[in-house]
């Protein structure tokens, strides 16, 4: 008798967790390879290149890749913790989601590690008229933390600045190794981001870049 009450239990556990799929979006994790140092062609050919495509294939970016793209756009690149995309006083307030058709991750660039912080498609909220974004396997979106900069009064200024430095980081990444991009302004609705992303209304959406093949 005592088995079969723990059995309903356990059973009862189960179907709650299957009854509420969205419970356990936050916190999952997901640990990145190391990026690549010796990928893409040199600059000044990333250069010659660059350009905003805004048509994609449905194939997927592996693990690889997105690492490889997401250290390019504002990882960590010294032993002091500053980054490959400079920022106005060193505020560091540029945060990194990656928006998939399963959900947003988002970049723990000091651990270079996603961590998935909803279960709901982002693209469908940030597209606007920008339908397209919906077949690019994953949509870079920008957020600037804007409690980094209390004591300035020119707060979003920094911000869209700091932005437009990561932005031009994925641009080049991508100009080099043969992905397509383009740098998309993602004012529309910062409210319904926010509450995705299960952020202050200090993180104000920025700019994101879809990328694909």
Same mark, same amino acid.
């Given at each position: 008798?005592?088995?079969?009450?723990?059995?309903?239990?356990?059973?009862?556990?189960?179907?709650?967790?299957?009854?509420?799929?969205?419970?356990?979006?936050?916190?999952?994790?997901?640990?990145?390879?190391?990026?690549?140092?010796?990928?893409?062609?040199?600059?000044?050919?990333?250069?010659?290149?660059?350009?905003?495509?805004?048509?994609?294939?449905?194939?997927?970016?592996?693990?690889?890749?997105?690492?490889? +793209? @997401?250290?390019?756009?504002?990882?960590?690149? &010294? =032993?002091?913790? #500053?980054?490959?995309?400079?920022? %106005?006083?060193? !505020?560091?307030?540029?945060?990194?989601?990656?928006?998939?058709?399963?959900?947003?991750?988002?970049?723990?660039?000091?651990?270079?590690?996603?961590?998935?912080?909803?279960?709901?498609?982002?693209?469908?909220?940030?597209?606007?008229?920008?339908?397209?974004?919906?077949?690019?396997?994953?949509?870079? +979106? @920008?957020?600037?933390?804007?409690?980094?900069? &209390? =004591?300035?009064? #020119?707060?979003?200024?920094?911000? %869209?600045?700091? !932005?437009?430095?990561?932005?031009?980081?994925?641009?080049?990444?991508?100009?080099?190794?043969?992905?397509?991009?383009?740098?998309?302004?993602?004012?529309?609705?910062?409210?319904?981001?926010?509450?995705?992303?299960?952020?202050?209304?200090?993180?104000?959406?920025?700019?994101?870049?879809?990328?694909?093949?």
């Amino acid at each position: 008798m005592r088995q079969k009450f723990f059995y309903l239990i356990a059973c009862l556990f189960i179907l709650m967790g299957v009854a509420n799929p969205c419970s356990n979006a936050r916190g999952q994790e997901v640990t990145l390879p190391p990026h690549q140092k010796n990928v893409g062609s040199n600059l000044m050919k990333a250069l010659q290149d660059r350009q905003s495509v805004r048509t994609f294939s449905d194939k997927s970016i592996s693990n690889q890749i997105l690492s490889n +793209l @997401l250290w390019a756009a504002n990882g960590v690149n &010294r =032993k002091n913790g #500053k980054r490959t995309a400079p920022s %106005a006083i060193n !505020a560091q307030d540029i945060e990194l989601y990656a928006c998939k058709s399963d959900g947003v991750y988002h970049y723990i660039a000091s651990d270079n590690k996603l961590e998935k912080v909803s279960n709901k498609d982002l693209r469908t909220v940030i597209a606007g008229r920008n339908t397209y974004i919906m077949k690019a396997p994953v949509v870079i +979106l @920008l957020v600037s933390d804007q409690s980094k900069f &209390r =004591k300035f009064d #020119k707060a979003a200024t920094f911000g %869209a600045l700091d !932005a437009g430095y990561v932005s031009q980081n994925i641009c080049l990444y991508c100009s080099a190794t043969g992905l397509n991009t383009v740098p998309c302004y993602c004012g529309t609705s910062p409210d319904a981001v926010q509450k995705v992303l299960g952020v202050s209304s200090d993180f104000i959406p920025m700019i994101y870049n879809p990328v694909g093949y």
